[in-house]
């Protein structure tokens, strides 16, 4: 070859990629905040299962609405299924504690219904926000041509 130095190809990518994921290193502000999605599940789980046994039918969508509200947020402001998982996860956890009872043999559910319901419905939501696809960027190109 002489002397001539290439000039690289345009439009290729850089080899300066950067990590995302679990591949990505760790982010201390990130970590606190996936905490905090945590506490405010609980807290969530907590409201919920005092609503719901509360005032049945309409306790139990309230508070159905709140969990689907509380998942689908985080899922939107942190583009990851994480941000849905994190409060999830606080959620069930809470909801567990609270299944266990108290020594008095009562327990802060009000029916067996109301608890199935809530038990399964937020996990059915839980779940539908973790594995929905990607919502489309802002101003991203439809790919057709006179759009």
């Known amino acids: 070859m002489s002397g001539k130095q290439r000039t690289p190809r345009t439009g290729a990518p850089s080899r300066d990629v950067r990590a995302t994921g679990l591949a990505a ?3 201390p502000g990130r ?4 905490a905090g ?3 405010l599940g609980a807290l969530v789980g907590i ?3 005092l609503v ?3 005032w049945f039918p309409g306790g139990l969508l309230l508070a159905l609405a709140a969990c689907a509200g509380l998942f689908y947020g985080g899922r939107c ?5 994480l941000g849905a998982l994190a409060p999830a996860a606080g959620w069930l956890i809470s909801v567990l504690l609270l299944l266990g009872g108290r020594p ?3 327990y802060v559910f009000g029916d067996e219904t109301g608890l199935t ?3 399964l419905g937020g996990m059915v939501i839980a779940v539908i926000c973790a594995t929905m696809s990607r919502s489309p960027q802002p101003g991203a190109d439809s790919g057709r041509p006179g759009k």
């Not at 970590?31 to 996936?34: C, E, N, P, Q, V």
């Not at 402001?77 to 299924?81: A, E, H, S």
């Open 25 to 27: 290193p760790l982010n």
């Open 52 to 54: 719901q046994a509360a």
């Open 37 to 39: 999605l945590a506490v």
């Open 104 to 106: 008095e043999g009562d």
């Open 31 to 34: 970590i606190a905040a996936y």
């Open 47 to 49: 409201a919920g299962a």
């Open 117 to 119: 319901l809530f038990l």
């Open 77 to 81: 402001v942190f583009g990851t299924q």
